[in-house]
């Protein structure tokens, strides 16, 4: 019988209890694969698999082929990732620790969930446009406010 290896592997972007399925799944039906489990309020990712048939490499590049982030790693996060996380913010009250709204039956995660790596609907990109022009423009007056009020200095004292 082959060795089994367990690995840890931090994960960014997990943003309700959807996401965590969704990427125990991804990684539980990789070959080689003897069990994956994904903790959310942990965000982390812990694999046993048979080193002969998976290596931890492949692993991580499932990570963000599934929608998520290797958190050790330096990615920025997708269109796609943001847009999930605002459309689970008024289901999941940007907690991963309060299990009790993902189990009522009236909740809407298994429903609202997608995969965060899935093109942007053209309302979300319209929206973070709109967020986005807003944001710079509030900065720009906000600096304005800011040079204003400072004394102005005439030379180095």
């Known amino acids: 019988m082959a060795t089994l290896t367990t690995t840890s592997i931090p994960v960014s972007d997990l943003v309700c209890v959807g996401c965590a399925e969704h990427l125990q799944q991804r990684i539980s039906a990789l070959a080689g694969v ?8 942990g965000r982390r990712l812990d694999v046993t698999f ?3 048939q998976v290596g931890e490499a492949t692993l991580r590049a499932e990570v963000p ?5 290797c958190a050790d790693e330096a990615e920025s996060r997708t269109i796609g990732q943001l847009e999930h996380q605002l459309e689970m ?20 995660v298994p429903h609202e969930h997608r995969d965060p790596g899935a093109e942007l609907r053209p309302e979300w990109a319209a929206l973070l446009m709109s967020v986005s022009s807003i944001i710079v423009a509030t900065n720009a007056v906000l600096l ?5 009020d400072l004394p102005q200095r005439d030379g180095p004292e």
């Open 34 to 41: 003897e069990s994956a489990q994904v903790s959310l309020a």
């Open 50 to 52: 048979s080193p002969d």
């Open 65 to 69: 082929e599934a929608g998520y982030r």
């Open 89 to 108: 913010q008024p289901i999941t009250f940007c907690t991963t620790t309060d299990r009790m709204q993902y189990e009522l039956p009236h909740t809407s």
């Open 144 to 148: 304005k406010r800011v040079e204003r």
